[in-house]
């Protein structure tokens, strides 16, 4: 069960650093922070990697109250 927590760990930490920035680094410096909460339409693989981080998250914390159990 413990080698199962660490794969979707693993998994979830590279799907996180794969995700696309939601606002450029310069702007949070300056505080130009307009769009970061603009809605905008995920399409494609990038719609793909966000489901794919909820099932991972999700698939994180149940394993992790099962191991606590």
């Known amino acids: ?3 199962l927590l660490m794969i979707v760990s693993i ?7 794969f995700q696309s920035e ?3 680094s310069g702007n ?3 505080g130009g922070n ?4 603009m809605n905008r339409k995920e399409r ?3 719609l793909f990697i966000t489901r794919l981080t909820y099932v991972l998250g999700i698939a994180f914390f ?3 109250i099962i191991i606590d159990m």
């Not at 998994?11 to 650093?17: A, D, K, T």
């Open 22 to 24: 939601k606002a450029e």
């Open 34 to 37: 307009a769009d970061l909460f």
């Open 1 to 3: 069960m413990i080698t």
């Open 62 to 64: 149940i394993l992790c």
């Open 28 to 30: 949070i410096i300056t």
């Open 44 to 46: 494609g693989g990038e």
């Open 11 to 17: 998994l979830l930490i590279i799907i996180v650093l």
